[in-house]
């Protein structure tokens, strides 16, 4: 099973509005890692938050992190065409070593004008 | 200073070939990671390199699947007698250290097995 689940698997919303997109995960972490994948490229890497980082802001994004719901949630606010993409969170689990990330599955967001 | 930069972009081959993919991480990066995202998925993790350790393989799907990482810089998965179901997009990815650090990832190798 996945160690990061996002919900929801698609977003369509507004040029202009919010968009929220939630992550969970089961195992404890180092840290959880944001990334946006635009179609056919690579991921681009938004926002890191350590265990002991329970808010975060870059821009218009605005990450929170509930570790004893070991729960995530990324907000991207006043949305632009130019934000539709896949959404990913990643953890970096205490393996005691190294920080492979494990990805969950997404959120597909599509931001129309 | 120029991203992480793989290679080919796109792969097409018959089954039961060998391929070899090629991924040239950021200057000055000493962990690299491999990645396979199917369609549709997240990705999986596949291998990670970390300056002249011994790499950690634990991701790798069989025997088939290898890597390598010379000068600590360029590295190269291999796949030996590919099967349809190898058909992915193969990313890799680079980061400062190990730990905290944001990883950074080039654009993949789109492989297609006929």
């Known amino acids: 099973s996945q160690q990061g689940e996002e919900d929801p698997q698609a977003l369509s919303i507004q040029e202009g509005e919010n968009a929220t997109m939630n992550c969970s995960y089961k195992?404890?972490?180092?840290?959880l890692q944001w990334y946006r994948q635009n179609s056919g490229r690579g991921l681009v890497h938004l926002i890191l938050i350590r265990s002991n980082e329970r808010e975060k802001h870059s821009g218009r994004l605005r990450v929170t992190l509930d570790t004893s719901k070991k729960s995530s949630s990324l907000l991207i606010t006043a949305s632009r065409a130019a934000d539709t993409a896949s959404y990913f969170c990643a953890t970096d689990i205490l393996t005691g070593g190294g920080n492979k990330l494990t990805f969950g599955t997404g959120t597909q967001l599509k931001v129309e004008l | 200073g120029a991203g992480v930069s793989q290679s080919p972009s796109n792969k097409v081959t018959e089954k039961g070939k060998d391929v070899e993919l090629r991924c040239d991480p950021i200057?000055?990066?000493?962990?690299l990671y491999w990645y396979r995202q199917s369609l549709g998925q997240g990705l999986e993790f596949l291998i990670y390199?970390?300056?002249?350790?011994?790499?950690?393989k634990s991701g790798l799907p069989s025997d088939r699947f290898s890597a390598e990482r010379t000068g600590g810089s360029v590295s190269t998965l291999t796949i030996q007698r590919t099967q349809q179901e190898d058909s992915a997009v193969y990313l890799c990815?680079?980061?400062?250290?190990?730990?905290?650090?944001?990883?950074?990832f080039g654009d993949g190798t789109r492989l297609s097995i006929l």
């Open positions: 195992t404890s972490i180092n840290n």
């Open positions: 200057s000055g990066h000493t962990a």
């Open positions: 990815a680079s980061s400062l250290t190990t730990g905290n650090q944001p990883q950074h």
């Open positions: 390199f970390q300056g002249n350790s011994a790499p950690d």
